[in-house]
């Protein structure tokens, strides 16, 4: 087992990384990667098992690096969390303590998940979102130091008050869910259910095993409609809103006016003009033992 780390030596974070080595013992060997490059030398020592100790980026960097390789299907992959939200985490049931996490990495079960992918090649792990949940999470990052996970609802409540909509063209499956000559607040591809540190459910059905993808599109305007919508997103309630539209799919394409995206909490200045599908069954994952469908 190749434990993958970004963290480097003396800080915090990798005081917790040693931590929850000692509790693999012999069975994982470390390796601190900062970049591309020393990923995919990590990746040809050849281990069967891959670790990512890290947030939703690192795991996402993780699964592009198999993709491109082609070793989604011959290797499989386990998390520590140590990130600032750790959706994915959450979605599995994975402990959040990193010692905790390397508990599940020892008696754990193998379980075949999805990922979403677009037509450039790159993959999906958790989440990507266009529209208010991207400037959510640019504006965030401002807070991360300051406030930690509380961040993202400070983000949500600064840009959520200013937002006027996105005009977007969303077709899922080949049939138009909405058109530009609607304003859109939101549109979010979910394969976990959660992002911002569990602050916001974008589809409290949304599961990571079940061969599609959950579509959420909120055209959520007015300010108290806003209002409305960031509550159904945090009590995981917006599929009884009326302007809030919720499908399960296998395709999804947006076009239109250039927009920020977020992808796993990468914020992108735009994703407009790709079409991304569902992988079913891409990649083995070490999830917890009491994990539904494991």
Not at 39 to 54: C, E, K, W
Not at 134 to 145: F, G, H, N
Request: hydrophobic content about 40%; overall charge neutral; glycine content about 12%.
């Amino acid at each position: 087992m190749l434990v993958i780390t970004n963290t480097s030596a003396g800080s915090a974070k990798a005081d917790r990384v040693e931590a929850a080595m000692e509790r693999l013992g012999g069975r994982a060997e470390l390796s601190r990667c900062t970049g591309p490059a020393e990923l995919n030398a990590s990746l040809d020592l050849g281990h069967d098992t891959v670790v990512s100790a890290g947030g939703d980026g690192s795991l996402h960097a993780l699964a592009n690096a198999l993709h491109r390789r082609g070793e989604l299907g011959t290797r499989t992959v386990g998390l520590l969390p140590m990130g600032t939200g750790n959706d994915f985490a959450r979605a599995l049931g994975i402990p959040l303590d990193p010692v905790e996490a390397a508990d599940t990495l020892l008696r754990g079960i193998v379980h075949r998940l999805d990922l979403i992918v677009d037509d450039t090649g790159e993959v999906t792990v958790n989440s990507l979102h266009f529209g208010v949940g991207a400037e959510t999470t640019r504006e965030a990052r401002r807070w991360k130091r300051l406030l930690g996970p509380l961040s993202y609802p400070m983000g949500g409540l600064i840009t959520g008050w200013a937002a006027r909509g996105y005009r977007l063209l969303v077709e899922a499956d080949g049939a138009t869910v909405i058109g530009p000559q609607h304003r859109s607040l939101m549109v979010a591809l979910a394969n976990g259910a959660n992002v911002g540190a569990g602050t916001a459910i974008l589809d409290p059905t949304a599961r990571a095993d079940d061969g599609t993808i959950n579509l959420v599109v909120s055209r959520s305007r007015g300010r108290l409609a806003r209002l409305r919508y960031a509550l159904h997103l945090y009590r995981g309630t917006q599929r009884e809103a009326d302007d809030v539209h919720h499908v399960h799919v296998h395709t999804v394409r947006v076009t239109g006016r250039e927009t920020p995206g977020s992808v796993d909490g990468e914020v992108k200045e735009s994703l407009v003009g790709r079409t991304w599908r569902i992988l079913p069954g891409a990649w083995s994952f070490l999830v917890p033992e009491e994990y539904p469908g494991g």
